[in-house]
């Protein structure tokens, strides 16, 4: 299953981000808020529990998140969106996957990873601002499920079919939120129109 998220204030930040002018500073801050945007809408199924909180008059019955949270970037890009989530729930975990996609064959290699344990239990939310081939997606879903993670969701900004065929294909159990589905990849795999390479415009390496 995968959603794009078409809030228009989503749809104007993303024409920020995607412009080529934008530089690595207004990119970073495009990021963070596109996240908080597409992962509120991830989270709106989370489990709750009712708490009675006593405000100045009375007791108010309200509801707080009542599940172990894991945040899990895909380095490096992906850590671009830690800011905008950990903003949303602050008392989230944190994991990081390193891939790096091969600039000839585009495919994933893994030089990193370190979860907590609550990815056994917890829900298991993967950022990554690029769903491109699908294959680095692919490859840290079955990183998780192989450390025990049996609840995971992913969050992008940009996916195109492709990628989400592919993470379809493989794993038809994990939910996909994205701000942008795109038409297509380049013969490089970069996904068109996209954004370029997220990671050097995160972090001014172009
Ligand atoms: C980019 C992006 C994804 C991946 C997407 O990372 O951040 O992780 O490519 O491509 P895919 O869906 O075809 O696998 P990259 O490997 O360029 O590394 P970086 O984040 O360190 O720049
Ligand atoms: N990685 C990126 O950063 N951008 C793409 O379009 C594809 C992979």
């Given at each position: 299953m995968y959603q794009q998220v078409t809030h228009p204030c989503i749809q104007h930040k993303l024409a920020l981000i995607r412009?080529?002018?934008?530089d690595h500073k207004m990119f970073r801050e495009l990021a963070t808020e596109i996240t908080m945007f597409v992962c509120y809408e991830a989270l709106k199924n989370i489990r709750v529990r009712e708490v009675d909180v006593e405000t100045p008059l009375a007791v108010a019955k309200c509801r707080v998140i009542d599940e172990h949270i894991v945040v899990v970037p895909i380095l490096r890009a992906g850590v671009g969106m830690l800011d905008g989530i950990l903003s949303l729930i602050p008392s989230a975990r944190v994991g990081f996957i390193g891939l790096e996609r091969d600039e000839e064959t585009a495919r994933p290699s893994a030089y990193y990873a370190k979860m907590p344990p609550q990815i056994r239990g917890g829900i298991s939310i993967i950022v990554d601002p690029m769903l491109a081939t699908g294959g680095s997606t692919v490859a840290a879903i079955d990183m998780l499920k192989a450390q025990g993670a049996n609840r995971i969701v992913v969050v992008c900004i940009v996916t195109c079919p492709e990628g989400l065929a592919a993470v379809e294909a493989a794993h038809p159990d994990v939910s996909i939120y994205a701000a942008a589905v795109d038409s297509m990849l380049n013969e490089r795999k970069?996904?068109?129109?996209?954004?370029?390479d997220a990671g050097d415009r995160l972090y001014g390496t172009a």
């Open positions: 412009d080529a002018g934008t970069y996904i068109v129109p996209g954004l370029g």
